[in-house]
């Protein structure tokens, strides 16, 4: 129960500043070619499952379109399925923008680029009415 409740927790509240300004570190100087990504199911989401991991290495040149792609995969997302992704909690970018131009524009302070994942527009929408 504890290890189902950690990984429903975000991986802000996982981990400390300090711990994750750490491990961009060590991640950015073993793979200087590589972005840090962390990837997180919305907190509303029911009917997507969560992914096996939420640490991600991205190349700067994979566009985010790719990676939406990629991600799909991982969860074995039905083609009829959609899904959504929004950068660092507040945007939706540009499937054909690169994962380095959307890092450079919306990492965080720690390093990381966080990027949530839905199956509808529920992100700064408001209920229909």
């Known amino acids: 129960p504890f290890e189902k409740s950690m990984e429903m927790m975000p991986f802000k509240q996982r981990k400390c500043l300090e711990t994750r300004k750490d491990e961009v ?7 200087p070619n590589k972005l840090p990504v962390i990837v ?13 991991k939420t640490k ?11 990676f939406l792609c990629l991600l799909r995969n991982k969860i074995d997302l039905d083609s009829s399925k959609s ?15 690169s994962m380095g131009d959307i890092y450079s524009r ?3 302070t720690d390093g990381f680029l966080y990027i949530t994942y839905a199956s509808q527009e529920v ?7």
Request: charged share 25%; aromatic share 10%.
């Open 25 to 31: 570190c060590v991640i950015r100087s073993k793979f």
């Open 83 to 97: 899904l959504f992704l929004l950068v660092a909690e507040k945007s939706m970018s540009c499937m054909s923008s």
């Open 106 to 108: 919306h990492r965080d």
């Open 40 to 52: 997180e199911r919305y907190v509303r989401e029911k009917t997507l499952p969560l992914l096996d």
């Open 123 to 129: 992100f700064g929408s408001r209920p229909p009415g």
């Open 56 to 66: 991600f290495l991205v190349p700067f040149e994979l566009t985010l379109g790719q």
